[in-house]
């Protein structure tokens, strides 16, 4: 079983900057793609971002393209989320997650379902 944990949130005014990142351990982590979503309060979760297992491929939610960019370090086990040009409606906590299985193109890494690991999740606050 992979554990997760998310580091990096915290509160900011309207066009700042954030950098999440995610510690995975316990699973080949350089052989799966890694997933970024975010839960505002009385909203359902939400796909954000996801990488696959080389970084060469990226994938992100319409409302965040241009803004926001998921990499990862697979040396250190670690998958990013630099989040830009912030908005009060980026406010959410963010979770990384890891599937349970090979994934591949948008459809796939943004169905929560193939999800098996979640990290404990960070809080984002944008004021305006």
């Known amino acids: 079983q992979v554990q997760l944990v998310e580091s990096g949130g915290g509160l900011v005014q309207a066009g700042g900057s954030l950098r999440l990142s995610c510690a995975a351990s316990?699973?080949?982590?350089?052989?799966?793609?890694m997933g970024w979503f975010r839960q505002a309060p009385g909203k359902e979760r939400e796909f954000v971002a996801a990488?696959?297992?080389?970084?060469?491929?990226?994938y992100y939610v319409d409302s965040v393209k241009g803004r926001f960019t998921i990499s990862r370090d697979n040396a250190k086990n670690t998958v990013y989320l630099q989040m830009n040009s912030l908005k009060p409606e980026d406010t959410a906590v963010y979770y990384c997650?890891?599937?349970?299985?090979?994934?591949?193109?948008?459809?796939?890494?943004?169905?929560?379902?193939?999800?098996?690991?979640w990290g404990q999740g960070t809080q984002v606050t944008v004021s305006s």
């Open positions: 997650a890891a599937p349970r299985y090979y994934c591949s193109g948008y459809g796939c890494y943004a169905s929560d379902r193939i999800y098996d690991a």
């Open positions: 316990g699973r080949a982590f350089s052989r799966f793609g």
């Open positions: 990488i696959d297992w080389s970084g060469g491929s990226t």
